[in-house]
């Protein structure tokens, strides 16, 4: 395991002592914390391993809550329920993944963003399963009170966040990646050496939303109420997008740190200009993007090289 | 008499289609960019039309001569400014970009108009055209050869001037043009303007017939992506066979398995011709 990785998961642990000092607020924001943690490491597989732009998180992030808050109307426990979201997820994307990641570039983009299209009209319009537009309520699940709630909450989404930084090192380590990385620098010769990029590629789409659903679900369960513009929001594909641009692309602990990052200059935004909280998440999207291209990862690297001049 | 309505409407909406799909074509043939921000030009220009006809009551057809230059001039700066900086960066970079110049556009129009939807209705109406029991709006019959207008426009432009040559030649290959003398970063400039420009001259048609609201700006998008890859990227009578099938799917849809799954029906139409067609109907690269 590089020293990164390592870095990774020792910051993954340390999140979770939060509820030791925070209050409920810190409890929701390290909720969030973990599920914006989950959707930019998971985003980060098939984006920055495999270098595809996919914008289909939002629409993985949406079935699974769907698919976590229908089964929990009717009963299921919340570990299956969320399991499920997670496991559907995952072979949907595959099955997809398989069709969809022939194209590439601008097609792929634009392939991924109009699976959210799809998935929220098919849920707008199934109206007798998901209530359609009128949204999806969601039954509580524990009476416990509203601190025990909160924490326990917080510890699923945790749970969930250990588990992608878990997979994601996996990952890294294994053929798969080795692969992924080698369709990144070249698809046509990877394929030509024997590389079954297909199966690859299909194997790290469905790792990528298997997560992305079962976070999905537990935000189902979490709010109670989820409706198809909520879950199916073209922000949720592009925010992780952005986090990992802010860490630096492909370097899973950039992408983390990017994502908490980006949690804090959200809130801050929404704290002070609510009513032009996206136009100044668009600034804050355009100004990256064209002084700092490479995240915040760069600057260390370039810190460094930076130094020994000096000396 | 129900099919030849839907046929009439559907042509109707299919050149209107193809007027909001053909600036987009343009700025991701030439530039290889997926212009977001597409959408909510399309929006500002309706926002144009509606404010000159409410305060000055300048009527929405000379609002098409105001609203070309403004827009050219707004997307000319625009990619001087900012796109071009990362014009060479990989598909993700530039389509990011977009996304947040859309996110600042879209809140400031919201944060200036409000959410609410307006019409701008005519005084006195122009009433409709029936023939035997096709009945169409004569306002919508305008608005549909105003559309067909700017687009021929934009294929004489293309075919016959300098600078159309010299974005065509560009879009087939940027490096054989940079050697033939052709300043690039000038055209790339000048093609973003002229998408720019279709969008608000798009924008002012559909205030005529669409209510307007800051918020249907990604429903015009998601037409744009489904028009162009329907009809193949970047050619003019590509996006002209795009814009009328989607519009005859939507309405033949619409007519058999109701108005609710169009929408979903025209998506998966655009992933299957990604799949299977990806060229499009008309497609051939870089021809035009």
């Known amino acids: ?311 | 008499m129900l099919a030849a309505q839907v046929l009439i409407n559907a042509l109707v909406l299919g050149c209107l289609y193809a007027c909001i799909a053909i600036g987009f074509s343009l700025v991701w043939g030439v530039l290889n960019v997926i212009n977001l921000i597409h959408g909510s030009f399309i929006v500002l220009g309706a926002y144009l039309a509606w404010g000159l006809y409410q305060s000055l009551h300048i009527s929405p057809w000379y609002a098409l001569g105001i609203a070309a230059p403004a827009f050219f001039v707004l997307g000319y700066v625009i990619q001087r400014l900012i796109l071009n900086r990362v014009i060479t960066a990989p598909v993700l970079v530039t389509l990011t970009l977009t996304f947040g110049l859309d996110l600042i556009l879209n809140n400031a129009m919201i944060y200036y108009f409000k959410a609410d939807y307006r019409k701008l209705t005519l005084t006195p109406p122009m009433g409709s055209v029936s023939l035997f029991d096709v009945v169409v709006p004569i306002d919508r019959l305008i608005a549909t050869a105003s559309a067909l207008a700017l687009t021929g426009i934009l294929y004489l432009i293309l075919r016959r001037l300098r600078v159309g040559r010299a974005i065509i030649a560009v879009r087939l290959d940027r490096d054989a043009a940079r050697l033939m003398g052709v300043d690039v970063n000038s055209i790339y400039a000048i093609a973003f303007g002229l998408g720019a420009a279709l969008a608000g001259c798009a924008g002012v048609l559909m205030a005529l017939i669409f209510p307007i609201s800051p918020l249907t700006s990604t429903a015009y998008l998601g037409k744009a992506f489904v028009v162009c890859v329907l009809g193949g990227l970047g050619s003019v009578s590509g996006a002209l066979a795009g814009g009328i099938l989607l519009a005859l799917i939507e309405g033949i849809g619409s007519a058999l398995i109701g108005p609710a799954h169009a929408t979903t029906l025209s998506f998966a139409l655009l992933i299957v011709f990604l799949i299977v067609r990806p060229q499009g109907l008309l497609g051939r690269k870089g021809f035009e």
């Open chain 1, 1 to 311: 395991m590089t020293r990164s990785n390592f870095i990774l998961l020792a910051l993954v642990a340390v999140i979770a002592a939060l509820p030791m000092f925070g209050g409920s607020y810190a409890l929701r924001l390290g909720t969030i914390a973990c599920m914006y943690g989950i959707l930019a490491l998971s985003w980060n597989v098939v984006g920055g391993l495999a270098g595809y732009p996919s914008f289909a998180t939002a629409a993985f992030f949406g079935f699974g809550a769907y698919t976590a808050g229908v089964l929990l109307g009717k009963g299921v426990p919340l570990v299956v329920a969320v399991a499920a979201a997670g496991g559907a997820s995952f072979a949907l994307a595959c099955l997809l993944g398989a069709a969809l990641l022939r194209l590439r570039g601008h097609y792929f983009a634009i392939a991924s963003l109009s699976l959210i299209e799809v998935f929220r009209e098919l849920v707008n319009n199934a109206t007798d399963l998901t209530g359609g537009g009128m949204g999806l309520n969601i039954p509580l699940t524990s009476t416990a009170g509203v601190m025990a709630d909160a924490t326990f909450y917080f510890y699923v989404m945790w749970g969930l966040l250990l588990g992608t930084a878990s997979m994601v090192v996996v990952v890294a380590g294994s053929k798969l990646g080795f692969g992924l990385a080698c369709i990144r620098q070249n698809e046509t010769a990877a394929n030509m050496i024997g590389l079954n990029t297909t199966l690859y590629k299909s194997v790290a789409f469905g790792l990528s939303a298997c997560f992305v659903g079962a976070a999905g679900g537990v935000y189902a369960a979490w709010v109670h109420y989820i409706d198809p513009s909520d879950v199916f929001d073209i922000l949720y594909s592009v925010k992780p997008i952005v986090m990992a641009l802010i860490g630096g692309l492909g370097s899973p602990l950039g992408v983390l740190i990017g994502a908490f990052v980006y949690l804090g200059l959200e809130e801050v935004v929404w704290r002070n200009y609510i009513q032009i909280h996206s136009g100044v998440l668009g600034v804050l999207i355009v100004v990256l993007l064209l002084f700092l291209p490479n995240g915040l990862m760069s600057l260390r690297s370039r810190l460094l090289a930076w130094r020994p001049k000096r000396v």
